[in-house]
């Protein structure tokens, strides 16, 4: 027996919660979200790394899911756009900034862009924007031409600011 048909049993906590399953070592880690999971919010856009519409946070640290294997994953922590709100039914602030300044538009990039900000936020609570312009440089936006998901970005920090 081919060695790429055996299973795997693989141990992943995402969005705060374990999932243990047994899977195909080719199977890409946003293909398990997405069809292990049920967690369509990852997209799937160039399956090369290039275009960010599959950035999640591993252990962290923003990762492509189409470019690491589900069971590269076994034992790690990874967050997803879905986990970013507080609670079901809820937006993040960060997600309400995007809603309020109009930083998506047709919306295949905006769970990525969310993620890579998040991951920005989480370690620089009030970011520049050439901070902003780092962390969104490796997600592609083909219709907001990036100013809006940038002004989200500040506004979302700005508030926090001014309430914490």
Excluded at 44 to 62: I, L, M, N, S, W
Excluded at 129 to 144: D, F
Excluded at 151 to 156: I, R
């Amino acid at each position: 027996m081919n060695d790429l048909n055996r299973l795997v049993n693989i141990r992943i906590a995402v969005n705060g919660r374990e999932h243990q399953r047994a899977v195909e070592p080719r199977m890409t880690l946003v293909d398990f979200l997405r069809d292990e999971l049920g967690l369509t919010g990852t997209h799937v856009g160039c399956e090369h790394g290039v275009c960010g519409a599959c950035t999640v946070v591993f252990d962290g640290e923003p990762v492509r899911s189409c470019c690491m294997f589900a069971v590269q994953a076994d034992g790690s922590s990874v967050t997803t756009v879905e986990g970013l709100a507080p609670e079901r039914g809820k937006l993040s602030p960060l997600q309400d900034a995007f809603c309020e300044k109009h930083a998506l538009q047709c919306g295949y990039c905006t769970p990525g862009m969310l993620v890579a900000c998040q991951s920005l936020i989480d370690k620089v609570p009030h970011p520049t924007e050439a901070q902003v312009r780092e962390a969104i440089s490796g997600n592609l936006c083909r219709c907001t031409g990036y100013k809006q998901i940038i002004d989200a970005v500040l506004h979302a920090t700005a508030q926090d600011a001014s309430h914490g």
